[in-house]
């Protein structure tokens, strides 16, 4: 059966404003889609090859575009943007010289994600949220958060996503850098700058804001904490010294996996929040039914 992928105009078509020129790249997208046998007509093409602008490396796009997958896609269901992630390796687990790493980052260890997946351009806001649960709360740009793992398995059983493993997250978060941080703190901290060793208390902001990592994808440090497909145990990296493909977590647990930090006040819970936590590799782990400041970001395995 034909794929069935809608492409805008070029009037409909902006990033950041600039408004893109070359339309004919989401046909040649359309195409390419069809030939790998990946249905995409849950999706809208946004932007078909990826912006030099904002995957600044060469190699990324290379990747990318090797996938014959378009790189920005908007889902037709929730509204959710979602960039495209090449399969590729890394180095998973606290940076070399990272004095705030936890012993449950460690050791480092080469991790392979051989499959693309897409993941949400920002956390799930709530208005896509809304538009999903029913709800109706009025912070519409602000990403979900109060949330459970439980809550957040219900969005993506009505919403046809996944939650991303914590190897895809990592994979994702890095984008190709090996220091703690995709950038400085107060580069990537939105509309109010992080300070080491205190606390922002008026929650978390509007999505978007924040300086986005080398993949273009924004607010994974420091926003809200982001729930992971994953059960949590503070020693399964020690079980992958030698090396691991696609990675999918222990078998069974009684926590879920958190990423992502959060630098606010935290309610509910003595789980800390200081800007330590706002580091690729930092993961923590809380039961399922738990909520406090804590939201998604989607993924969709192709």
């Known amino acids: 059966m034909p794929t069935k992928i809608k492409s805008k105009t070029k009037s409909q078509i902006?990033?950041?404003?600039?408004?893109?020129k070359n339309i004919s790249r989401s046909k040649a997208i359309v195409t390419a889609s069809k030939s790998s046998g990946q249905d995409l007509s849950w999706a809208t093409v946004i932007q078909?090859?990826?912006?030099?602008?904002i995957v600044q490396m060469p190699i990324a796009r290379g990747l990318i575009q090797s996938t014959k997958l378009p790189w920005w896609v908007?889902?037709?269901?929730?509204?959710?943007?979602?960039?495209l992630v090449p399969p590729g390796k890394f180095l998973m687990g606290a940076s070399k010289g990272d004095k705030a790493a936890h012993k449950d980052e460690l050791p480092q260890h080469s991790v392979t994600i051989s499959r693309p997946f897409y993941l949400g351009r920002t956390p799930v806001t709530e208005k896509s949220w809304n538009l999903i649960m029913g709800t109706k709360s009025t912070r519409l740009d602000n990403p979900v958060d109060h949330a459970s793992w439980d809550d957040c398995m219900m969005f993506c059983e009505r919403s046809g996503f996944q939650l991303p493993t914590e190897a895809q997250w990592e994979y994702a978060c890095r984008a190709g850098t090996s220091t703690p941080r995709y950038a400085r703190l107060e580069?990537?901290?939105g509309p109010v700058e992080f300070h080491t060793g205190q606390q922002r208390l008026e929650g978390p902001y509007a999505v978007g804001l924040a300086k986005p990592n080398l993949l273009g994808l924004h607010d994974l440090l420091g926003n809200v904490w982001e729930w992971c497909s994953d059960w949590y145990n503070a020693s399964y990296y020690k079980k992958f010294r030698t090396g691991v493909?696609?990675?999918g977590g222990p078998i069974n647990g009684n926590h879920r996996v958190l990423?992502?930090?959060y630098e606010g006040q935290m309610e509910n819970t003595?789980?800390?929040?200081?800007t330590s936590n706002c580091r690729a590799s930092a993961r923590r782990g809380y039961a399922p039914k738990s909520?406090?400041?804590?939201?998604l970001r989607v993924s969709r395995s192709m």
């Open 291 to 295: 909520q406090f400041t804590a939201g």
């Open 245 to 247: 493909v696609d990675p």
């Open 187 to 189: 580069e990537i901290g």
């Open 74 to 83: 908007r889902d037709i269901q929730s509204g959710i943007d979602l960039l």
């Open 14 to 20: 902006s990033m950041n404003g600039d408004s893109i």
């Open 48 to 53: 078909g090859t990826p912006n030099p602008k």
């Open 259 to 261: 990423r992502g930090g």
């Open 270 to 274: 003595s789980m800390d929040c200081d």
